[in-house]
């Protein structure tokens, strides 16, 4: 019988290329793993759920399909690419430009209401979530490249040389967006508040 | 014209995100992870494949594949043998090497042991075969 490592010293390509000798289980770690971190970014991307869970579920699909012709460093920059290659598609087909806080039909709820609607209730939705809720909808209008990186840093733990590496720039183009975009967020979360 | 961009330090920059990461983290913690039909479609896909996989292992192909590569190792083997019979087999080699490498005089020829026991024999005045059947030998075994 195979012997199943602690989750945390088993590495994303062991667990890869044990799913790809059959073992699912090994997928639902990898799924856990990096749950939070895509879904996250996928989110802070599209600017809707409902998106989101779309393209979240590609990428998963598209990893199980191909977990054999694994062959990168890492697990984490060939997912993201894999991600990053479906959102432009994504956007190709449906919709030139979104914001989080866009609303395409009735059943799309832009992130920034959707913060508020999963809060644990409304009085706390009003105190603890008014600085955040400024902070999240200054990140919807951050310009696309500039976002990526923030989010990639903030919600997929990525280094700068990983977020350069994945996106194939420069390590100081990937800084220099980093830096654009914590400069713009302080400002209009300081603009909102004063308004 | 393009922008200008400075020299950018990581480490100032990762001391700047701090506190804004606590509150974006906590904005995405909000909105909440994938819903569950969306997790259960995965692991279904997972599955799925999965089980593919491990039945492509027991296909037929995979299985005749395997036979003929058995019997191609037995093949082989047999006909190894068949050569080293045919040769005389690595026992003879080794025999023929050792007595290659058997000791030698200094005048380059082997020593013939049997030969200078016979020698020493004689100057004695005996023989191999009078030696152990003569008079002190039968009073012996009496």
């Not at chain 1, 460093?73 to 914001?99: E, G, H, Q, T, Y």
Request: charged share 30%; aromatic share 8%; hydrophobic share 45%.
């Amino acid at each position: 019988m195979k012997q199943t490592m602690p989750d945390a010293e088993t590495s994303d390509a062991e667990l890869l290329r044990d799913y790809a000798q059959g073992h699912a289980a090994a997928m639902d770690r990898l799924v856990a793993r990096y749950r939070s971190a895509l879904f996250s970014w996928l989110l802070g991307m599209t600017g809707n759920r409902a998106d989101a869970e779309d393209l979240f579920q590609e990428v998963w699909f598209r990893v199980i399909r191909h977990a054999g012709r694994f062959t990168d460093v890492s697990f984490k920059a060939w997912m993201w690419k894999i991600a990053r290659n479906l959102l432009i598609d994504f956007r190709r087909k449906r919709k030139p430009d979104i914001s989080l806080d866009a609303v395409e039909d009735e059943e799309d709820q832009p992130l920034v209401d959707t913060l508020v609607a999963k809060g644990a209730g409304p009085a706390e939705a009003v105190e603890n979530d008014d600085l955040t809720r400024r902070v999240m909808r200054a990140v919807g209008t951050l310009p696309d490249v500039q976002r990526e990186v923030f989010l990639m840093r903030v919600q997929g733990d990525f280094s700068f040389s990983e977020i350069a590496e994945t996106l194939n720039i420069p390590l100081n183009t990937a800084l220099g967006r980093m830096h654009d975009a914590m400069m713009k967020l302080k400002k209009m979360v300081a603009e909102e508040g004063q308004s | 014209m393009k922008t200008q961009t400075a020299c950018i330090d990581p480490d100032t920059l990762e001391k700047e995100l701090a506190g804004l990461a606590t509150l974006v983290r906590q904005g995405f913690r909000l909105a909440g992870e994938p819903s569950p039909e969306v997790e259960e479609a995965i692991r279904q896909e997972a599955l799925r494949c999965a089980g593919g996989r491990r039945a492509r292992i027991f296909s037929p192909f995979y299985l005749k594949f395997a036979a003929a590569a058995g019997l191609m190792l037995l093949l082989g083997g047999a006909f190894q043998l068949h050569l080293i019979r045919q040769t005389g087999g690595p026992a003879e080699a080794a025999g023929l090497r050792l007595a290659q490498d058997a000791p030698k005089s200094a005048s380059g020829k082997t020593e013939d042991n049997s030969g200078f026991a016979k020698m020493l024999l004689d100057i004695q005045g005996m023989d191999e075969e009078g030696y152990f059947t003569g008079e002190a030998a039968e009073a012996l075994w009496l």
